[in-house]
């Protein structure tokens, strides 16, 4: 007897809160008996329960999720079971035939596993990246010549010299911009805790990276003020987001802290050491980062520690975390973090820094380590072969393992407007049009066309009301991902051939509502005349710019 499955086994599916799995089986011969699904959909809470007390306890995993559901039989041979996923989660299931007599009759692979995203992640997952120093209100007294000359004078004196920073009320006089009219819907925040003022500062105002207290916010992000703590100030700054309707996450630096840390004093012994004492630096792409030091996940009870830190943050009101450098922490440690956070926040979201990193890695801790999202490298991918080639990876990433985000530009690169500010909208649209799930983002600057590299070591000019800019570019972009079903989770995207070199075409077919083909020119000069298959759109349809509203000619 041979019985098979479908979807086939070992598929791999990424769906949302209030969608539901269609399992079916056939059995190749007529048979008295019954079908089940094994599975441990909707008993997150159980397998939490036992990754925790692994981590804890040193308790075994017994898989005490498991259970069977009986399928339909819908004909001779045939069998159904369609099985709402109620609830956030990764998990796995398989059928099999049970005859009247004998044992159970198993297809052929592996198992179904469906990983279960929040219902409020289906579409427009519009990231707008903040660096709050940045965001200073008062306008300098003093000609920039005149301020660099006088800290060079403190400089040599041996004085500490670190000019006024933005704060989180700074940041909520921008918001109606930010989240009002260019509609993004994730305020992400830099990290925001203590840095080295003194001892092991980096640059002029040292590295939000370089955390000395993972449970703390810097008091220069706010204002003196007897009646607000900066803690509470930063819970104005998260209240004011909500209100709007947005999410707002939080960069946490897990895999390091700064020079001088509470950890380094109280915990010297969780830090990584060469053999001669010495600290361990961690770094990317062949540069050391010198004022950071690098935490040591051998030790389990780190692993407790920091599970605590996502969840004082929950527990103030953050929704989610941007998890810089995550691909340096094992699978292991996030499977047990995300467990811990989500046995009483389900719907935390853990949007993963993994750039610089084996992207097996990336896809590992998608599937397996309890990570929504990752950074897609679109942003560093220039020429249509490298756009094309990233795509293909993001476009089966996204249906199998998890939403890949693509930002037109992280705190890591050039400005786009340093190139051109034509160049810059350009850049935004591509990363908007071709997302999954209206996964697209920018940092600030972008939308001023600010040209000088964000600098975290600084506190650089955004250029905020720059006469010209590409806001209104934004948020028409924002709101196409928003309204349009082609850019929400479950379209459907390929690639298309275009027949031209430096261009890339991607169709988005919802599963209702009109298909949209989205065609680039990656060359910033020259025109290119593209063409794709007959049969692959109507061509006697109405063809509209979406982004203009203008009927588009097509020949």
Same mark, same amino acid.
């Given at each position: ?165 933005? %704060?989180?009320?700074?940041? $909520? ?6 989240? @009002? !009219?260019? &509609? +993004? /819907? ?117 692993? %407790?520690?920091?599970?605590? $830190? ?6 103030? @009101? !953050?929704? &989610? +975390? /941007? ?122 600057? $972008? ?109």
């Amino acid at each position: 007897m041979v019985v098979y499955q479908n979807p086939p086994c070992g598929k791999r599916l990424v769906c949302r809160r209030g969608d539901a799995v269609d399992i079916r089986l056939k059995v190749d011969r007529d048979t008295p008996g019954e079908a089940f699904v094994r599975c441990n959909l909707g008993r997150e809470a159980i397998r939490r329960r036992e990754v925790v007390a692994h981590t804890e306890n040193f308790e075994p995993i017994l898989a005490r999720d498991w259970h069977d559901i009986p399928m339909q039989r819908t004909g001779a041979g045939t069998f159904r079971a369609v099985l709402p996923l109620t609830s956030c989660g990764l998990y796995e299931a398989k059928a099999f035939f049970l005859p009247g007599k004998g044992t159970p009759v198993w297809p052929a692979g592996g198992n179904i596993l469906v990983k279960v995203e929040p219902d409020f992640t289906a579409g427009c997952l519009t990231v707008y990246t903040l660096f709050p120093r940045q965001f200073a209100g008062a306008a300098a007294t003093h000609p920039a010549a005149e301020v660099g000359a006088a800290e060079a004078l403190l400089d040599g004196h041996g004085y500490t010299v670190i000019p006024a920073s933005g %704060t989180f009320r700074d940041v $909520v006089r921008r918001l109606d911009t930010i989240l @009002g !009219v260019m &509609g +993004f /819907r994730v305020v992400q925040l830099l990290p925001i805790h203590p840095v080295p003022t003194t001892f092991a500062r980096m640059g002029r105002f040292g590295s939000p990276f370089a955390a000395r207290d993972f449970l703390a916010v810097d008091p220069a992000l706010g204002e003196f003020d007897r009646r607000a703590t900066p803690m509470e100030q930063f819970q104005e700054l998260l209240d004011a987001v909500h209100a709007y309707g947005a999410f707002l996450y939080l960069d946490i630096p897990a895999n390091h802290t700064g020079w001088a840390s509470i950890l380094q004093q109280h915990h010297p012994e969780w830090f990584c050491r060469q053999d001669d004492g010495t600290f361990v630096n961690p770094g990317a792409w062949g540069v050391v980062w010198e004022d950071l030091c690098k935490l040591d996940y051998r030790r389990r009870e780190l692993w %407790t520690y920091l599970a605590e $830190v996502f969840l004082h943050w929950c527990r103030i @009101g !953050v929704d &989610g +975390f /941007r998890c810089d450098a995550g691909y340096m922490l094992p699978v292991e440690v996030w499977q047990y973090i995300t467990a811990k956070v989500r046995q009483e926040f389900p719907d935390t979201v853990f949007l993963l820094e993994g750039l610089g990193g084996p992207l097996e890695v990336t896809e590992a801790l998608l599937a397996e380590g309890g990570l929504n999202w990752a950074y897609s490298e679109l942003f560093q991918s220039f020429t249509a072969g490298e756009i094309s080639r990233l795509l293909e990876d993001c476009i089966r990433i996204g249906r199998e393992r998890g939403v890949m985000v693509h930002f037109a530009e992280t705190h890591d690169n050039d400005r786009l407007a340093s190139v051109s500010r034509r160049f810059s909208r350009f850049r935004c649209a591509l990363c908007a049009l071709v997302s999954d799930a209206g996964a697209f983002g920018i940092t600030n600057g $972008v939308e001023w066309y600010a040209e000088a590299k964000l600098d975290v070591h600084g506190a650089g000019p955004l250029g905020w009301g720059n006469a010209d800019n590409q806001v209104d570019h934004l948020a028409s972009l924002n709101r196409l991902l928003a309204e349009h079903p082609a850019f929400h989770a479950g379209a459907d995207l390929r690639l298309v051939a275009t027949g031209a070199v430096d261009t890339v075409g991607v169709l988005r077919a919802p599963r209702n509502g009109p298909e949209v083909l989205v065609l680039a020119n990656v060359h910033e000069t020259q025109t290119r005349e593209v063409s794709w298959p007959p049969d692959l759109l109507p061509g006697e349809a109405p063809w509209v710019d979406l982004l203009s509203g203008h009927r588009a000619a097509v020949h």
